[in-house]
């Protein structure tokens, strides 16, 4: 026997405006049934397909430490410097840079409320690198 993920929760101050910027991020869409609206306290997000869910549920204290668990994200139409202009552009901060001369590496990002994610490259960067 085995299980499978329904969804990636994540605590949030704000779930609405949380499942607002990781749609933006991730071309991710709310239910058209059950629609999340601000002041919800449970926003749900999913990729076109279903196969990929988030889930922001508010909590009443914000993130302190460093995540246990966090996503790292490959672009899928672009390169990685280009995707980590796009993010910045939409308020992710730069935590850490940890990018090699040789073009290996990854970018640490934190979201708006302080999530850390990664942004590595992508198949194309890593194809090219041989």
Same mark, same amino acid.
């Given at each position: 026997?085995?299980? /499978?993920?329904?969804?990636?929760?994540?605590?949030?101050?704000?779930?609405?405006?949380?499942?607002?910027?990781?749609?933006?991020?991730?071309?991710?869409?709310?239910?058209?049934?059950?629609?999340?609206?601000?002041?919800?306290?449970?926003?749900?997000?999913?990729?076109?397909?279903?196969?990929?869910?988030?889930?922001?549920?508010?909590?009443?204290?914000?993130?302190?430490?460093?995540?246990?668990?966090?996503?790292?994200?490959?672009?899928?139409?672009?390169? /990685?410097?280009?995707?980590?202009? /796009?993010?910045?552009?939409?308020?992710?901060?730069?935590?850490?840079?940890?990018?090699?001369?040789?073009?290996?590496?990854?970018?640490?990002?934190?979201?708006?409320?302080?999530?850390?994610?990664?942004?590595?490259?992508?198949?194309?960067?890593?194809?090219?690198?041989?």
């Amino acid at each position: 026997m085995t299980a /499978r993920i329904s969804h990636t929760t994540v605590d949030s101050r704000d779930a609405y405006a949380q499942s607002v910027w990781w749609s933006a991020v991730l071309g991710l869409v709310e239910d058209p049934d059950d629609p999340n609206e601000p002041g919800h306290e449970e926003c749900l997000v999913s990729a076109p397909d279903g196969g990929q869910r988030l889930l922001f549920i508010e909590v009443p204290d914000a993130k302190t430490v460093k995540n246990r668990l966090h996503l790292d994200l490959v672009p899928v139409e672009d390169t /990685r410097d280009t995707e980590l202009e /796009r993010l910045t552009g939409l308020g992710a901060r730069v935590v850490d840079d940890l990018r090699r001369p040789d073009g290996s590496g990854w970018v640490v990002l934190a979201d708006p409320e302080g999530n850390e994610f990664c942004i590595l490259r992508s198949d194309a960067e890593r194809a090219a690198a041989g």
